[in-house]
């Protein structure tokens, strides 16, 4: 496993650990303002069932790698026995016309203990994978049909008010445009409880400025200048990060918790 691989392993899935560990130890116990606890299931289209559990959305999903990596690290408190893959690099299986998703980026691994023993009693956290291709949904189904995938944009998730607990937008949003960014933002601020936590990794720069990338343009943010947009549609930003591999583009990730 690269160091690039590693890193993002590891800041993801301690980001994921950090939303199991406040979840409540009773199922009878649903405090949504405090904890950020989504008081109902999901199917597997990713809706409203009623047994009662918290939900994370890993929205810009491509072909799902991230989304079973989490759905699998959240459900028993396993962990993969090798990370990420380049967050750059695209599925083996990408769908015609789309030749990479910077969000797919883990490899099918099988899982290892971690040796941290589950909250007695704690609910499990439903992680549903969205994306606005129908391609990279049917390849996602078809590769992890134990995780719950659904067609949605990061504009519309088509959830309800103040009702998921955490978002991971790993660079999926670096194809949108500055001007419709907070757009994207003001709407996840919307669906995440007070105290939700959202956790976005982006293309680092020194200016807010497009490049050439092998989907469609992509942008590159300055964390200052990024940290502003996201902390005006309604979030605390709590961990900038910033980190530059040999031959790779400067990565960016931030951490931020709904106010």
Do not use: K, N
């Not at 129908?134 to 078809?142: E, K, N, T």
């Amino acid at each position: 496993m690269d160091a690039t691989a590693e890193a993002d392993r590891a800041l993801v899935g301690r980001w994921a650990d950090s939303l199991r560990r406040i979840v409540p130890t009773s199922r009878d116990v649903c405090v949504p303002d405090v904890v950020g606890v989504r008081c109902a299931d999901v199917t597997s289209d990713g809706r409203q069932d009623e047994d009662g559990a918290p939900l994370l959305l890993d929205v810009g999903c491509g072909p799902g790698h991230w989304t079973a990596w989490l759905d699998a690290r959240l459900a028993d408190g396993c962990e993969r026995s090798a990370g990420a893959a380049d967050h750059r690099a695209g599925p083996a299986e990408a769908p015609a016309g789309r030749v990479d998703h910077p969000a797919s980026a883990v490899a099918d691994v099988p899982l290892l203990r971690t040796g941290e023993p589950e909250r007695q009693g704690s609910p499990r956290i439903h992680v549903v994978g969205i994306d606005p291709a129908p391609a990279f949904l049917a390849l996602a189904r078809s590769r992890f049909p134990s995780t719950a995938f659904r067609l949605g944009r990061a504009e519309e998730l088509g959830e309800s008010d103040a009702s998921v607990q955490g978002i991971l937008a790993w660079y999926s949003l670096i194809h949108t445009a500055p001007e419709a960014l907070p757009a994207a933002l003001t709407e996840f601020a919307r669906v995440l409880v007070p105290g939700g936590s959202l956790l976005m990794g982006f293309f680092e720069g020194p200016r807010c400025e497009p490049f050439d990338h092998a989907v469609t343009t992509a942008w590159f943010w300055p964390v200052g200048e990024l940290s502003t947009v996201v902390a005006e549609a309604g979030f605390v930003v709590e961990e900038p990060h910033t980190r530059h591999d040999a031959g790779a583009r400067p990565h960016g990730a931030l951490l931020a918790r709904r106010r």
